[in-house]
Every structure is written in C-alpha cells, then in structure tokens.
C-alpha cells in the first residue's frame, strides 16, 4: 500500500497557523488581564503631587469605620457629620469622633444647613449635641438642596443671612473658623457677601474658585487608592500649600 504524503508546504502553512491561533489567544489574554487590572486599580483622585492631602466626609450612612487603617491607607484628614437642621444628630457622631481623634488624623466636623429652621435653633442644636468635639479643622456647614428646594430654590438674600448668622454664632461660641461647603452652584448662590469664607466644593470638575485654605471633594463614591476593600467614600483633597497644611491642621 502506498503511504499517503503530506506536501511540506501544507506542514508549514498548518504550523504557522495554530501558531498564530496561541499568539492571538496569548495576546487576548494579556489584553483582558490588563483591563481588568486597569479596572480594579483605576483612580479618579486628582493629582497627587498637586493635591498631596487626602481626606474624606463621614457620616452614619458610612458604618463604622476604623480610624488606624484609614490612615494608613493614606487619609490625612476626615470630616465628620454632627449634626443637621434643630433637631438631628448623627447617630454614629461620638463614637466616630473618639475614634478618629485616637487615630491621630486631623478631624473636622460638619452641620448640614436646614433651609427651614432658624440659625439660632440650628447652632443651639449643634453646640448641645457637640459640645467641645469640633476638631481642629474648622467647622464646615454644609449646603445642600432635599425635599423640593431644587426645583425651587431659597431665596438668596434672606438665605445669605441665616447663614452668616449661623457662622457668627458659632464663631462666638468656639472662637473657631468656619468653612462653607457644597456644590459650586449653591456656593455661588449663598455664601454670604460680607467676609471671606474657605470652601468646600463638592463637584467632580476641577474648581474653579480657589479659597485658601479650600478643599475639593472630587467625588461621592469612590476607593481609597490602594485601599484595602472595595469601600467606596466621599473623598476630598485639600487645594492649598503644604504649608497652609501644616498650619491649618
């Protein structure tokens, strides 16, 4: 019987094919472990060399939260929630501020600003439910539209007001600076004409109002870079020098 033989150039052209079958398969493999990779690791923090100081904002919505690994996953500071309006006070506030206090981070706290109760009721509430755990960071109040305030916003005069008066009145009582935080909109609208504030501007664009002493949280969900989980915060970066740093903090 005569033996069948395979032409060499068919040899070839099969061996060169199933090579390229491993090389694109190889390849393909390279590209999805990559994005993957890319995914996993990405980050929407600013500039670090730019933007060195790290933080976020804290509230009961967020859990609780262990101080010492924040800070070394690299959070510089954190803001916590006190209280909001002339009747609430953040359920998670004293134990967060104990235990961030203890952890050596810079600590800052906050007021979310009601659009419905006076600045006297307000600053009552956060002097009783606060006390003398302010931090060292100045006192933030923060703007933010709720129920139908959006589609209808305050006045801008007599909102300018109660909050310059909120300010005064914690000024008096702490003899503590205070920070105006919250979109760059409602900033824009309500910070009070009469004095120069610090801001806290929450918005993903780069601000374009720069304050000394200013913070800009770039985000309302995102990981810590390097962190260890996939919890996701409020992540904010102080806009001044590192000197304006060290003296603020």
């Not at 099969?14 to 079958?21: L, N, S």
């Not at 009552?124 to 109040?141: A, C, E, N, R, Y």
């Amino acid at each position: 019987m005569k033996r069948r033989m395979t032409p060499i150039f068919q040899d070839s052209f099969q061996k060169r094919y199933w090579r390229r079958i491993v090389l694109l398969s190889l390849l393909a493999i390279a590209v999805i472990t990559g994005i993957w990779w890319w995914l996993q690791n990405r980050t929407d923090r600013p500039n670090e060399q730019q933007y060195p100081v790290l933080g976020a904002q804290i509230s009961q919505e967020d859990g609780y939260q262990d101080y010492q690994i924040l800070k070394k996953e690299s959070l510089k500071f954190v803001y916590l929630k006190a209280t909001e309006g002339a009747s609430y006070k953040d359920d998670n506030f004293d134990s967060n501020y104990s235990r961030a206090e203890g952890s050596g981070m810079s600590v800052g706290v906050y007021h979310f600003f009601s659009f419905d109760s006076s600045p006297e009721d307000q600053a009552q509430q956060f002097i009783k439910s606060v006390g003398q755990d302010t931090g060292h960071l100045p006192i933030m109040v923060y703007l933010s539209y709720y129920n139908d305030y959006a589609q209808k916003p305050p006045a801008k005069a007599k909102t300018q007001r109660a909050i310059a008066r909120f300010v005064t009145l914690i000024n008096q009582y702490y003899h503590q600076d205070c920070i105006i935080g919250g979109a760059p909109a409602l900033l824009k609208r309500y910070v009070p004409t009469k004095g120069t504030y610090p801001l806290w501007q929450t918005t993903q664009q780069r601000p374009t109002v720069g304050t000394k002493n200013g913070f800009w949280q770039y985000t309302t969900a995102s990981k810590i870079p390097g962190g260890r989980d996939d919890s996701e915060y409020q992540l904010a970066v102080f806009t001044g020098t590192p000197q304006e740093w060290q003296k603020l903090k």
